[in-house]
């Protein structure tokens, strides 16, 4: 009984009896929903960006420069790549003819439907992250949960559609979190469900042609509908969200885009909604204290229709100072002002800055599409590790660092491809590391024609493959301490290269150079240095890896 039928009832003078039961109800479902809302920490950060502003990026994700990242979920079971629960709903698209063949129509086998058959029999966390950390991977990132809103850990508040309760029956990030714990590496969640209210807007649709023409997909169901079905006694509306009206030119498939800031026609979040993800988000970190948070947002989730978001930061930095002692945690997000950066560390989707940032940052990219995609691995066309090497080197040089996805099949493994790639990744990180870890900018990031030619910042990002690739004329900057790494990015034809920016008397280093080696094997290498630059003599033999090499010069 809602406030105002209470209210009329106690004017039509109903006996006491009667309306002591139902104030009581009343006053319960009060206590229910204040129980619903979880408290954020108080602490040095309030939940304003001005105060947020205060943040100061710790030292061990500055040192750390290489992560590798398992965004896997139930959208990895059919093996047809990114945003597959959006996808199989816009008829015409690959995805959904694909769907209908493997499974059926979506009117019949949604994705709730995807998620009962995802069994993850094969996955073993502790092997993948043993893995990842014998390559030289400094951090571990798990997907917590994506825009098909299915939370992958054992969640108070997305109660009945989380990994534990549906698909494998297995608490995902806890069995991340334990063998990150277990290796000893920091370890990340990403968060992409403030967006499910827009993005799964296509389970709203229907097909406009064929046989099925007019029959609604499965994204309008609601708890009555599942009788005598295996999700009996659900609500896909607690899973899908959509039991509101389209946004405005919700038909066209790149609005989402547009939307992404809450802006341009989307359709208002209730307050519930927006409440339900604080929630969720806070339970995750208060259950499994990652060091690190990745939004799949611009600025903070909900940003800037609530300030959901802010509270969730605050949270978490308060958390860490209240757990550690000091501020230990890292947020990232997407396309952020310069005042917005000092807030969090800013986050560039499959892309790099082109210059040496004031503040760290990170990019995160992938060897082939952020689910996984079977058809990548048969026509083999996973990215190189030359050219994730050449991405770290790039990235670091600039104060950045490397997040790196893996994805991992539905079953949760990884293919034979992957894995070579991966060991051949450890292969050059395992010989040249001290080049990346602990590393600082120097006073420039790099010389060479690639720069003169990279490709411009997109949105969030999407700039990586875009420029001239690197060449022996390359040359990415890092120092530590009074040692200066100079890397160069292919081995040299003609048996030695010429660094224009440590010429004699060079005012970015005027100092003396005593010693040139090759980090690879520790060798001493013979050097020239004169008006036009330090020519370093490479031997005969190239090490193994050696499409990007760094110099030791002291």
Not at 90 to 111: A, I, L, Q, R, T
Request: glycine share 8%.
């Amino acid at each position: 009984m809602n406030r105002r039928k209470l209210i009329q009832s106690l004017a039509l003078g109903l006996p006491v009896l009667f309306l002591s039961n139902k104030l009581s109800a009343f006053s319960s479902e009060n206590e229910a929903a204040k129980q619903f809302v979880e408290k954020i920490l108080a602490g040095p950060f309030s939940p304003t960006w001005e105060s947020l502003a205060k943040y100061q990026t710790p030292d061990w994700f500055r040192d750390a420069k290489f992560g590798m990242w398992a965004h896997w979920g139930p959208q990895c079971q059919p093996e047809a790549g990114d945003w597959y629960a959006r996808d199989m709903y816009m008829e015409g698209n690959w995805k959904y003819k694909y769907h209908v063949e493997k499974y059926g129509h979506p009117s019949k086998f949604g994705f709730k439907d995807v998620i009962n058959i995802w069994k993850a029999e094969k996955w073993d966390p502790e092997a993948l992250v043993s893995l990842y950390k014998s390559v030289g991977a400094k951090y571990f990132m798990a997907l917590a949960n994506h825009h098909d809103n299915l939370d992958l850990y054992d969640s108070k508040y997305q109660k009945n559609w989380n990994s534990v309760k549906q698909g494998p029956k297995k608490d995902i990030i806890g069995g991340w979190a334990a063998a990150a714990k277990k290796h000893g590496l920091p370890f990340a969640v990403s968060v992409h469900a403030a967006h499910s209210w827009s993005w799964f807007e296509t389970a709203q649709r229907s097909d406009k042609t064929g046989p099925l023409a007019g029959i609604p997909y499965d994204g309008k169901l609601t708890k009555k509908d599942g009788k005598g079905k295996w999700w009996d006694g659900l609500d896909p509306q607690e899973l899908y969200a959509q039991n509101h009206e389209l946004s405005k030119n919700s038909e066209d498939d790149g609005m989402i885009h547009k939307q992404w800031h809450w802006g341009n026609g989307v359709t208002p979040p209730t307050k519930t909604y927006i409440d339900k993800f604080f929630n969720r988000t806070i339970d995750l970190i208060n259950k499994y204290n990652p060091d690190m948070i990745y939004f799949d947002d611009s600025q903070f989730p909900m940003w800037p229709i609530s300030d959901a978001g802010l509270k969730i930061a605050a949270h978490m930095y308060n958390k860490s100072i209240k757990d550690k002692g000091k501020l230990t945690a890292v947020i990232t997000g997407k396309i952020l002002t310069e005042e917005q950066r000092k807030a969090m560390v800013w986050d560039i989707e499959r892309g790099q800055s082109n210059s040496i940032e004031p503040l760290p940052w990170q990019t995160d990219t992938c060897i082939g599409d952020w689910h996984y995609d079977r058809g990548i691995y048969n026509r083999n066309a996973y990215k190189t590790p030359k050219t994730i090497i050449h991405t770290l080197v790039d990235v670091v040089s600039k104060n950045g660092n490397l997040m790196l996805n893996i994805p991992v099949r539905g079953d949760g493994s990884i293919d034979e491809l992957e894995r070579q790639i991966v060991e051949e990744i450890g292969v050059w990180m395992n010989a040249n590391g001290d080049s990346i870890y602990g590393t600082r900018p120097w006073k420039i990031f790099g010389e060479g024609p690639a720069q003169k030619q990279a490709a411009a910042l997109s949105a969030q990002g999407f700039n990586e493959g875009k420029g001239k690739p690197f060449s022996q004329e390359d040359i990415r900057f890092t120092a530590k301490g009074k040692t200066i790494f100079a890397t160069v990015m292919a081995w040299p034809t003609n048996g030695s290269v010429l660094i224009t920016s440590l010429q004699a008397d060079s005012s970015y280093y005027p100092g003396k150079i005593n010693s040139v080696q090759l980090v690879a094997t520790g060798q001493e290498l013979k050097f020239e240095r004169n008006a036009e630059g330090l020519r370093v003599y490479f031997p005969d033999a190239a090490p193994a890896a050696s499409y990007a090499n760094p110099l030791r010069i002291v």
